[in-house]
């Protein structure tokens, strides 16, 4: 069963403006990592955090995890056109990965 | 980054035909391949984990009879839908991870395969 769900399912920006995605979960876990997936292609690592860290950068990827909620947001800063794709969080259910619903990002140029 | 290939990208067939679908992994040794599988605008259903040598382990729901998975050697995993109908069209994704473990940020995936059954 999916444990990581999204929300918004779908959000659309213009250039330069921040995209915040949220993600909830359902057990207790070692980490949460983040996907990005453009059409029609595979998935890429964006970045990990670990169940004892609070927020994690990436270049202008921002991942803040709050286990007592469990939940976590992406930020995306000053976002561009070529960060148009779907994010996914996943959590690991034994030795498995299980990806959230997704968000459908759309920035506009 | 560790480079995982998928072949083919996409494929067209017949109702009742099979289809192979191919996950290599070209620069490392893939102790364990995920198969997922993708309906439009959905997130990633997995199907089964494939270990080198043994049987692959399937998901509730998933037919093992319908989606053959091998896993013979350290960089090739395949899957073959049997006997393809229109409802097993969909977008296909495998992933590969050298550690033997999908938690590690270490899980790298093929670009997918778009199978359509006509």
């Known amino acids: 069963s999916q444990q990581g769900e999204e929300d918004p399912q779908a959000l659309s920006i213009q250039e330069g403006e921040n995209a915040t995605m949220n993600c909830s979960y359902k057990t207790s876990i070692n980490n949460l990592q983040w996907y990005r997936q453009n059409s029609g292609r595979g998935l890429v690592h964006l970045i990990l955090?670990?169940?004892?860290?609070r927020e994690k950068h990436s270049g202008r990827l921002r991942v803040t995890l709050d286990t007592s909620k469990k939940s976590s947001s992406l930020l995306i800063t000053a976002s561009r056109a070529a960060d148009t794709a779907s994010y996914f969080c996943a959590t690991e259910n034994g030795n498995k990965l299980v990806f959230g619903a997704g968000t459908i990002l759309r920035v506009k140029s | 980054g560790a480079v995982v290939s998928q072949h083919p990208s996409w494929v067209i067939c017949k109702s009742g035909t099979s289809v192979k679908i191919e996950c290599r992994s070209l620069?490392?040794?893939?102790?364990?391949m995920f198969w997922y599988r993708q309906f439009p605008k959905q997130s990633l259903m997995l199907m089964a984990t494939?270990?080198?040598?043994?049987?692959?382990?399937?998901e509730q729901g998933v037919e093992k009879d319908k989606f053959l998975i091998n896993h013979a050697s350290l960089t090739l995993s395949t899957l073959t839908v049997t006997s393809a109908h229109p409802e097993d069209s969909s977008f296909y994704i495998c992933?590969?991870?050298?550690?033997?473990?999908?938690?590690?940020?270490?899980?790298?995936f093929g670009e997918g395969s778009r199978l359509t059954v006509l």
């Open positions: 955090i670990r169940s004892n860290e």
């Open positions: 992933s590969a991870t050298r550690t033997g473990f999908a938690n590690t940020g270490e899980l790298f």
């Open positions: 494939s270990n080198e040598g043994s049987k692959a382990t399937y």
């Open positions: 620069d490392f040794q893939a102790t364990t």
